[in-house]
């Protein structure tokens, strides 16, 4: 009889498994969104990054998030930043808003916290792309409309 079965050869030790790579998401801000680095109670170094309204007309308190120092990257270019986030992760977003003040004039600030998804954040993180722009230039083409914002008379000048 003849064995007909297929046998794998064992792995040899230097081999490493092979895992599956995380899907990660990335998300790019602002330099003036992040602010100091400090140190957790944990003995971490991390840094607090502020996420803007979407809304302009919205005047509530920016939500902020708070995130290992070592996760935050300058890009090439100097003027922003990025970190990338598991894709499937929560992260956990607060916000301080005002309730009043104490009998010393001290306001007195609640802290509201929610837990949203790594992908929602930078939606969220990425809102000022989806803003319209306009054209400083188109709008320097177009033809004063005059008496709408007239020049200051200056001291020196003379009525004519």
């Not at 944990?42 to 979407?54: D, Y």
Request: hydrophobic content about 30%.
């Amino acid at each position: 009889m003849e064995n007909t079965e297929k046998t794998t050869p064992e792995t040899p030790a230097t081999e490493t498994p092979v895992t599956p790579k995380k899907e990660e998401v990335t998300i790019k801000f602002g330099k003036g969104l992040v602010g100091k680095p400090f140190m957790a109670k944990t003995g971490k170094e991390c840094v607090g990054i502020k996420i803007p309204n979407a809304d302009p007309a919205d005047k509530t308190p920016w939500e902020a998030i708070v995130v290992p120092a070592n996760r935050v990257h300058e890009d090439k270019f100097g003027k922003g930043m990025w970190m990338k986030l598991a894709a499937d992760g929560q992260t956990k977003v607060s916000r301080s808003v005002i309730t009043g003040q104490d009998e010393n004039g001290k306001n007195i600030f609640e802290t509201t916290t929610r837990t949203v998804s790594n992908r929602e954040l930078k939606a969220m993180l990425e809102s000022y792309k989806t803003h319209e722009r306009t054209s400083v230039k188109e709008a320097l083409a177009k033809p004063p409309i005059h008496g709408s914002n007239p020049q200051p008379v200056r001291a020196g000048d003379m009525q004519r």
